[in-house]
């Protein structure tokens, strides 16, 4: 129909990624964070998500007006907004089947993600304690950094109130294979949508591994280097752009609502939906690492299928050494923080 034709020219990219295979629209998402610089546009983009149902926007402040502007669009979904008044984060979270959590301070010039810690740490913990008491089936993606640490601070939560399933709880690294995509194709000259890259690890820094080698792409060792090296640090690119104006949020909300239109779509059924994301993984747990990056199918339940490795090049098994270390401290001091 024609309005289905204005939406989707509205929505540019992002509708290449919305599966045209009919599924039912009853889908609860609840977005925590709504009002800030990543929940806002990942309002937006999900408003136009034609799984969702309901959408359910919860922050701290001005949630009733974002929600009150996106219910006007002609979209099917119905858009509820809480504050903490009222119970409003039970009500929020209450039947979701995807909880997406990009609450929290974003870095400033100078900052590692690990700095967010002392204030995202907390915030991330009060938001699981609530998910695991009123929403505990819920898929839930963490967006709110350090990832790394965050992601184990909402699974020990889980764990205390007997309502841990390690395939429910993601980190969304999505940004970097977005960034990895863009990357690639501005230096080989293709369409971003062709390049599919996958980046395992973790997401900080050194933790971010792009698999550059598992192209059909030849790079010279300069290229491969700089390449690994602008898509491990291509978010301070934007800090720095943004000069203490924050982070990332335009294309983390794009990363984000890839994620969740993927989680949306593996929950109504649809096979080989295969996404990088931060889990609880088997891969490196004989090392002491338990959570770490990489393809994963995802399924109604969550994660059904963490994929290998496949084969890495030498420079490959470098950084993958160099990132073991590092997320192991921060998952300890996620763990840390709730085991104390
Ligand atoms: P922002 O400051 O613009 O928005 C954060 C929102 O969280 C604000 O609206 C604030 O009111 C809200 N908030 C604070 N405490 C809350 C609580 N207890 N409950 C509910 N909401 C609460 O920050 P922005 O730019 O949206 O970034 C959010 C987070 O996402 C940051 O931690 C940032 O580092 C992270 N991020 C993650 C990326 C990733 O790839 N995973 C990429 C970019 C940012």
Request: proline share 5%.
């Amino acid at each position: 129909c024609v309005q289905k034709r204005i939406f989707g020219a509205f929505n540019g990219g992002a509708s290449r990624f919305f599966s045209s295979s009919a599924v039912s629209n009853s889908a609860k998402v609840a977005i925590l964070g709504a009002s800030g610089g990543i929940g806002q546009p990942l309002s937006l983009l999900l408003k136009h998500n034609e799984h969702i149902s309901t959408l359910s926007l919860y922050d701290i402040v001005n949630t009733p007006g974002v929600a009150a502007d996106l219910s006007h669009i002609n979209t099917k979904s119905k858009v509820t907004g809480y504050i903490p008044e009222n119970d409003g984060l039970k009500h929020a979270i209450t039947g979701a089947d995807i909880i997406v959590i990009p609450a929290g301070v974003p870095r400033k010039p100078g900052m590692s993600r690990d700095d967010l810690f002392n204030t995202n740490a907390g915030i991330v913990k009060d938001l699981a304690e609530a998910a695991a008491k009123y929403a505990p089936k819920a898929l839930l993606a963490v967006i709110s950094n350090p990832v790394n640490s965050t992601v184990p601070i909402v699974s020990e939560v889980f764990k205390k109130h007997n309502v841990y399933d390690p395939k429910r709880i993601f980190g969304v690294t999505t940004l970097d294979v977005v960034r990895a995509s863009r990357f690639v194709s501005e230096i080989k000259n293709t369409d971003p949508k062709d390049e599919k890259i996958t980046v395992v690890g973790g997401h900080s820094g050194v933790t971010i591994v792009p698999l550059l080698s598992q192209l059909n792409h030849s790079f010279t060792d300069e290229e491969y280097k700089a390449l690994t090296h602008r898509i491990q640090n291509g978010g301070d690119e934007v800090v720095k752009a943004k000069a203490g104006a924050g982070s990332a949020t335009l294309s983390m909300a794009y990363a984000a609502s890839h994620f969740t239109n993927s989680l949306l779509r593996a929950l109504h059924g649809e096979k080989n939906v295969i996404e990088p994301t931060y889990v609880r993984s088997e891969l490196f747990a004989p090392d002491g690492i338990e959570y770490f990056a990489s393809n994963v199918e995802l399924g109604p339940n969550g994660a059904e299928k963490i994929f290998t490795l496949g084969k890495l090049s030498d420079y490959e098994k470098e950084l993958i050494n160099a990132a073991l270390p590092q997320l192991k401290k921060n998952i300890e001091k996620g763990v840390k923080l709730v085991v104390g």
